[in-house]
């Protein structure tokens, strides 16, 4: 056995075999074959078909981005008819006999070693456009239109990382556990992770993690432990925690239907937070109060395509009414920094997370953000709903929203369409928005407040960075004054004041926040009934010497 050693992300006991993702590279084996030359004709049906799926791709975004933008796939495109690659590709399928797969994930991994080799740090930067195109072709190879990686039966998914998009496109009945070698606590993969209720650790110990592939393996997301072909006594040891785990959930289940009030009678809006309409039933099992943050932007990512507003209306307004009248508060693209679509964020930036990130790459591309407007005030007819926008950092920036709500309103009376009338929430999650809040309160029938990013803005501390886990610190004296200050202006101002960041499922937490006044949490569906037994725990009545 070997004992692997992780930071915990999110709680749970998982068995199973270890599946290594290396973006694409690892399923493909290789096949002899007796007739190359059908394996050379696979391989340039395969780019055929990828440069067709570019060509579309640039002609969609050259129509909502301008042809400047759209030259990312030109670009692409130029990567997929590159002689070179054709010829290294059928040179290694002639000489070896053996399938296009196998050839591609060979030349590919020369051309991009090549690549890395250049002077010209533009064109190294394009290393992982090669790669996209590389997974674009094995895709079309495969017949399986599906985002790596594909999973054929429940495993353990071991990565060095693995992006939002990617977590989002996984078949959760097939993800066990995850185990990343980087990652980090607050990144949105983790994020997803605790959502979608998969034990997940970050930042583990392994070092050759593909020797690892296959193998049996059990996780203790709690502890943060990776075993590797464990021995008999662990097995026993972690069936005996997941036995533990469920018989606790069990015993909440006692706590639905109950109200989610203090013993002193304070009563807290306990929300749930959602990336996907998949995570709707979960939210009714857990009896969630509402939806807190819908996180709008896992609709667009690993997409090759921006969901047109049909589509989008359709999604939330299936939401809203599945939540039968509860509120559900939407928040609006949120794209940008460790959440990066192709057809969205063009220019390779720097310091992303500083960078065209929620509201800013909305107002910069403001024919993309009113479909998304469009959509949310045509579905918002269908219950009790409130769009909530990301990132605002100061007063201007919410000014063009509701003057682009206004067009909005109007392009759909033009159209013909219905739409609702809902509220208006600021997402408070730069330090910016905490100081100028009661100045913003004047456009907001609500604040929430996103401890994630306003810890990592506050800090100075990259959330996605390990090396800056000991920075990350949402405890900080300085995030929680900014809490403070914000449920004070909010509350001044006549307004309530939620928190959907993680930090809002942190038990050892609520008794502060219920004392600072806030008035709602929302938190992973999952944590739901616990939250409100530790809420009909408390007594917050002021006690000399406790509490703020
Ligand atoms: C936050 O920043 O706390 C938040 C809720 O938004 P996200 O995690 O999606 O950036
Ligand atoms: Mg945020």
């Known amino acids: 056995m070997k004992e692997y050693r992780g930071k915990s992300v999110h709680e749970g006991i998982a068995f199973g075999s270890v599946c290594f993702f290396d973006r694409g590279y690892t399923d493909i084996v290789r096949v002899d074959t007796a007739y190359p030359q059908i394996e050379i004709k696979r391989f340039e049906t395969a780019v055929t078909k990828t440069v067709l799926e570019l060509q579309e791709l640039c002609e969609k975004a050259g129509l909502l981005v301008g042809d400047e933008k759209a030259e990312i796939f030109e670009m692409q495109k130029m990567i997929a008819l590159d002689d070179l690659l054709a010829e290294d590709v059928k040179k290694y399928i002639l000489d070896n006999s053996c399938n296009a797969e196998y050839a591609l994930s060979k030349a590919a991994n020369d051309y991009t070693a090549r690549i890395s080799l250049l002077e010209d740090e533009l064109l190294r930067a394009r290393n992982e456009d090669c790669l996209d195109v590389f997974r674009k072709i094995l895709k079309h190879m495969s017949n399986d239109e599906a985002e790596e990686p594909v999973l054929k039966q429940p495993v353990i998914l071991l990565a060095t990382d693995i992006s939002p998009g990617e977590t989002i496109n996984l078949d959760k009945e097939k993800v066990l556990a995850i185990v990343l070698l980087g990652g980090s606590e607050y990144s949105h993969t983790a994020i997803l992770a605790k959502s979608l209720d998969i034990p997940c650790i970050v930042q583990t110990d392994v070092i050759c993690p593909a020797n690892l592939h296959g193998k049996e393996a059990g996780v203790d997301g709690k502890e943060g432990l990776f075993y590797v072909e464990p021995t008999e006594e662990i097995i026993t040891e972690l069936k005996e925690k997941q036995r533990q785990i469920r018989k606790r959930l069990q015993n909440l289940q006692n706590m639905v239907g109950l109200e989610s ?67 559900v508060i939407i928040r609006t693209l949120d794209i940008g920094a460790d959440k990066t679509v192709p057809y969205l964020s063009y220019v390779k930036e720097d310091n992303p997370a500083m960078g065209m990130r929620g509201i800013r790459l909305c107002l910069a591309q403001k024919q993309l953000f ?82 994630n990013d306003l810890t990592q803005y506050t800090l100075a501390a990259d959330r996605t960075n390990p090396a800056m886990d000991i920075y990350t610190n949402p405890y900080h004296e300085a995030v929680l004054r900014l809490i403070e200050m914000t449920v004070k202006s909010g509350h001044k101002k006549g307004i309530p004041v939620g928190i959907c960041g993680d930090l809002a499922a942190d038990l050892t937490m609520t008794e502060l926040f219920i004392r600072l006044g806030v008035d709602e949490l929302s938190i992973p569906a999952g944590k739901v009934l616990s939250l409100r037994k530790k809420i009909r725990s408390l007594d917050c009545t002021e006690k000399k010497g406790k509490g703020k």
């Open 370 to 451: 009113l479909i998304q407007l469009k959509a949310l005030l045509r579905a918002s007819s269908y219950g009790n709903v409130s769009i909530m926008f990301p990132m605002i950092s100061s007063v201007w920036e919410i000014q063009t929203v509701n003057e682009l709500i206004l067009e909005a309103k109007k392009i759909l009376t033009e159209e013909g369409k219905n739409f609702g009338n809902p509220k208006m929430g600021i997402m408070i999650e730069t330090p910016a928005a905490v100081v100028i809040a009661e100045e913003l309160a004047e456009y907001a029938d609500f604040f929430s407040i996103g401890t």
């Open 261 to 327: 009030r203090t013993k002193d009678g304070r009563l807290i809006r306990v929300f749930a937070n959602i990336e996907t309409p998949d995570d709707l039933p979960k939210v009714k099992e857990q009896d969630a109060e509402g939806i807190g943050l819908f996180r709008t932007e896992f609709l667009y990512l690993s997409r090759s395509i921006y969901p047109e507003e049909e589509e989008q209306f359709a999604v939330y307004r299936d939401v809203i009414a599945g939540m039968e009248g509860r509120p």
